[in-house]
């Protein structure tokens, strides 16, 4: 029973433009909730959290969005640039913050320039 | 800072060897976890530990066991390797105040193979 779902394996985005990376759970007693970049052999690099009280974060190109009603987040990147391909992993915790972190299966990003 | 570091980086094992995975930060982060990351996965918790001392079992704990006696080194261990754990291992940390953990920092992984 997957508890977070990110639906699209890949995405791929000219460079300039938004890239749009979603993420779906299932658990509504999530309370946190984190976008990790992941580059090829390297661990996981954090990118940006929300938690279950807001429902925007935003850092410099980096926005997310949160839809409790719908258990929907999302990723925004604008501009997107080459150096942001990589694979995006959405993560949920219920014990608002990151403890016991709960990831999704990850969107390959290509950006091309 | 080295940050956080996982040794070895690449290890081949047969079938019902055992080994510890060693992982290191500098950080003075209170919680840290194992984590493993199978093809078309994302990253599964295997064991965690909120503090020196302190372990808990994650969502896929079985065949591993794990040491936390110091608070910068968190020890994986597999007693009886099986080619079903053949899968890349990373190692995180973060910092915890009042039971809530930020971010997670993340190692480079070590990358497993069992035959």
């Known amino acids: 029973d997957q508890q977070v779902k990110q639906n699209s394996p890949s995405l791929s985005v000219q460079e300039g433009r938004i890239s749009i990376l979603n993420c779906d759970y299932t658990?509504?007693?999530?309370?946190?909730f984190l976008w990790y970049k992941k580059y090829p052999a390297e661990g996981p690099t954090f990118l940006i959290s929300?938690?279950?009280?807001?429902d925007k974060n935003e850092d410099g190109r980096f926005t997310v969005f949160l839809n409790k009603s719908a258990k929907h987040l999302s990723l925004h990147i604008v501009p997107s640039q080459p150096g942001d391909s990589a694979v995006y992993f959405c993560a949920a915790s219920t014990q608002g913050g990151s403890e016991k972190l709960v990831f999704g299966k990850g969107t390959k990003l290509t950006v091309n320039p | 800072n080295a940050g956080v570091t996982q040794t070895p980086k690449f290890q081949v094992l047969k079938t019902g060897q055992s080994m510890t995975l060693q992982c290191a930060q500098d950080m003075n982060h209170n919680s840290m976890y194992w984590y493993r990351q199978d093809p078309g996965m994302g990253l599964r918790l295997i064991y965690y530990s909120a503090s020196e001392g302190t372990t808990d079992k994650g969502e896929v704990p079985d065949g591993y066991n794990v040491s936390r006696l110091k608070k910068q080194n968190f020890l994986l261990g597999l007693e009886s390797a099986a080619p079903s754990q053949t899968s890349v291992y990373f190692c995180?940390?973060?910092?915890?105040?009042?039971?809530?953990?930020?971010?997670?920092?993340f190692g480079p992984g070590t990358r497993l193979t069992v035959t």
């Open positions: 929300i938690s279950s009280i807001k």
């Open positions: 995180a940390s973060s910092y915890s105040k009042l039971a809530v953990a930020y971010e997670q920092y």
């Open positions: 658990n509504s007693m999530f309370d946190y």
